[in-house]
Each structure stands twice: as C-alpha cells, then as structure tokens.
C-alpha cells in the first residue's frame, strides 16, 4: 500500500514483544517518507488488473520432465547457484534438500548464474544427476554465438538479454524458434530501462507461433517495473518470472516481501526467483522463497499461526501460548491455527483459521473448528492436547518427521 501511495501513519502489532515492533515500522517509514513521485515513467501504461479482487495472471504452461509452472500450476521456486565445479554444485543442492526435508520445502528449478561456456559440458554432466532442471543464466559479456547456441541446445531453459546478444531481431526470433522446435525454453531478460522497447515482442512473437518463451526484469523497482511488463503482457500468455537481486539477506527480506509479495498479491508471477550474489546462505533465500508464498496464502508448506496482538483483555501469556503451541504444531503442513487472547474480538479475527485457541476467562479457553466452536470451557493446562486431539480427529495431524 505504501508502494501506492496509500497511508500516512503506520501500525505495526507483533505477538512477540511489542519492543519489537519498531524497528520494523521504522525501516518501513524511512524506505518511503521523500520518495518523489515518478508518474512521468507510467505514462503509456495502463491498469491491466482489478486491484480489488485476486485473480491470477494467466500463462500458458511450462513443462520440463516432472516440473510444471504456469497455467493453473502452483508459483514455482527458482534458485540460482555459481558452479565453480561439479562436486561444490552438487554439494550445494544436496544442502538445499537437507535442508528442507522436515520444512516440505525443495528447490524445484535452479538457474546457474553466468558460467563461462567451456563449463557448459561438464554443468550437463551435473545437471543429469539431478531430476529437476537446470538453466543457464547467460552473463551479460557472453557472445551468443552459432557455436554456443548449439551447445545451449541442452539445457531447459536459458536466460539472456535480448538487447545485449543480439543486434538483429530475426536472428533472435530464428533462435527461439529452434529452441522450441528442440522442446527447450528460453526467458528473455532486460533492463527497466529498455522495458518500453519489449513493446510489440509479443506480438511477433505470437505471430511466429513462438511459445516457448517467459519474461523477468531486472530491475530494483520490483513492483513498478513489473506492474509494466505485465501491462505490456496483458494480451499474451507467456509466463513471467519475478526476479529479485539483493545486497544482503536483510534488503532481500524487506524489498522482496514488497517487491514480489506485492506482485504475487495481484496475481503476477509464475516462478520467484531471489538472488544475493556471493552469498553462501543459499538456504535462507529458498526459505524466504516459501515464505513469500506462504505469507500471499499462495502455497502453503507450513502450519500458518493467526494471533491477536494481545491487549488489557487477554486471558493469558499470548507470546508463552503461541510458543508453546507452535513447538507442538509446527511441523503441520497447511493447517491454519488462531491463538486469540479472548472471545471479544478473538473469533471475528481468525480469518480463514481451520482451528481457534481462544480465551474464554481466567485459566479457561474455547476450542474452534472453523468459526464453531467445539469444546469450551477447557482448562488452560489440558487445552494444548485438546487441541492436537482436535487436529487429529479431523484428519490433519501427522507425526513430526525423526531427525
């Protein structure tokens, strides 16, 4: 909202200490208190999508061996990874599965980030060893010539600048079409500063019979600059790829929770993928991957908690209870639970909550299926069990993975 221009104060309410609560309003404040406003750069485009309702920008499907996106295909996740060698790459995605396991996350497409070609060989060597694909980021100095697009030819998916490899329009569209006649995918990659000159590419590319092609930017406006390309898009259905570079792990958080969050939130976007160049915390981003679709409600890979803030009528310890039934719960998959400090505001405020812990008066609490409630006046200490014996009788519950 802020993005929109929409808002002059800003209230952050936590269930952790309210301490906690101002350092995130403060850097929130600052990214937007003396943003100039740049509508010169908006000029010749329009709204494409109805910003007061979700409904998701239409692709045509992208199919890669077992990997799907696109179409009604849930948003996928990309991660990009340096080859330096075989081994260390391998050893980065074994690290990426070990460390999902017990979270039900996975990378499920990578994208190795501007290799020189004479690793092109031993890169496909890796990639066979792994049953989801691997594309190839071409660096912006790469000459894209006859010999290398040949050697191309056996990766999925490659991503290049059209502006920067190519000096003749029909001598890309002759290279995409080879590429699709060969079953492969290319995405087309640009700066926000040639975005306007995508003007028309879809077009011809539809007019050639050529689908096998997505979009991404880069760009630091994540939300303008693609809110652009999907104005440009509005009348094709090639899918696009939200792609966000970050400093640090700290600017990613924020700027991609705006940026793709955002973008995600008006039902653009078929893949995320987040980059930090040079980072070895590789799995941080693929965690703040799913976290971003958790948090649009797009794909949910973990128990999602809906909690009050807590205020002078809450029954009990909202930080301690929360804590405590998120160390009992939280490695369900999908289940929405609401902790609520009492029956004032606590049942209109758990949204769409499959289940409610909800304070009924002093050492008491209600149980909720749904918006019903279905034991009351359960003693605090037994409440915790009751609550998982509630999970299990509706067929939810799933023993925590060993190790």
Not at 80 to 102: H, I, Q
Not at 203 to 209: A, N, Y
Not at 279 to 285: A, C, F, K, L, M
Not at 372 to 377: F, Q, T, Y
Request: glycine residues 8%; negative net charge; charged residues 30%.
């Amino acid at each position: 909202l802020l993005e929109d221009g929409l808002g002059d104060t800003i209230r952050v309410s936590l269930t952790e200490d309210p301490v906690l609560e101002i350092p995130v309003a403060r850097l929130l404040a600052d990214r937007f208190n003396g943003r100039k406003s740049d509508a010169e750069s908006a000029k010749g485009y329009s709204e494409f999508r109805n910003p007061f309702s979700y409904e998701r920008f239409y692709s045509s499907e992208i199919r890669v061996g077992n990997f799907e996106a696109g179409e009604k295909h849930p948003v996928r996740v990309e991660t990009v990874l340096p080859f330096s060698d075989m081994k260390t790459f391998l050893d980065d995605v074994a690290r990426l599965y070990r460390y999902g396991k017990n979270l039900s996350i996975e990378p499920e497409s990578i994208l190795i980030d501007s290799p020189e070609p004479d690793r092109l060989e031993e890169i496909s060597e890796a990639a066979a060893a792994l049953s989801i694909p691997v594309g190839i980021l071409l660096g912006d100095k790469i000459s894209l010539n006859e010999k290398l697009q040949r050697e191309l030819a056996r990766f999925p998916k490659i991503v290049f600048d059209p502006f920067l490899q190519f000096q003749d329009g029909e001598r890309m569209l002759a290279f995409l079409r080879e590429r699709q006649n060969a079953g492969v995918y290319s995405e087309i990659r640009t700066v926000s500063e040639k975005l306007a000159a995508l003007r028309g590419l879809p077009e011809t590319l539809g007019e050639t019979g050529i689908k096998n092609v997505l979009f991404s930017l880069k760009t630091s406006r994540i939300l303008y600059d693609y809110r652009k390309l999907g104005n440009i898009l509005s009348d094709s259905e090639f899918p696009i790829v939200l792609h966000g570079s970050f400093s640090d792990p700290e600017e990613a958080l924020y700027d991609a929770s705006i940026g793709i969050g955002g973008l995600l939130i008006d039902g653009i976007g078929d893949l995320i993928r987040i980059q930090i160049p040079g980072t070895e915390r590789i799995e941080e981003i693929l965690q703040l991957s799913y976290d971003l679709l958790q948090g649009t409600r797009l794909r949910l890979t973990k128990t999602e908690y809906i909690s009050c803030p807590s205020c002078g009528r809450t029954l009990f310890d909202l930080q301690e209870t929360t804590a405590r039934i998120k160390s009992r719960t939280g490695h369900l998959k999908g289940v929405k639970i609401a902790i609520m400090g009492c029956i004032v505001n606590g049942p209109g405020e758990m949204a769409d909550a499959d289940f409610g812990y909800v304070g009924a008066g002093p050492g008491k609490v209600h149980l909720y299926k749904g918006k019903e409630i279905v034991m009351k006046n359960v003693p605090s200490e037994e409440a915790d069990e009751k609550l998982v014996e509630l999970i299990k009788n509706h067929g939810l519950w799933q023993e925590p993975a060993l190790g």
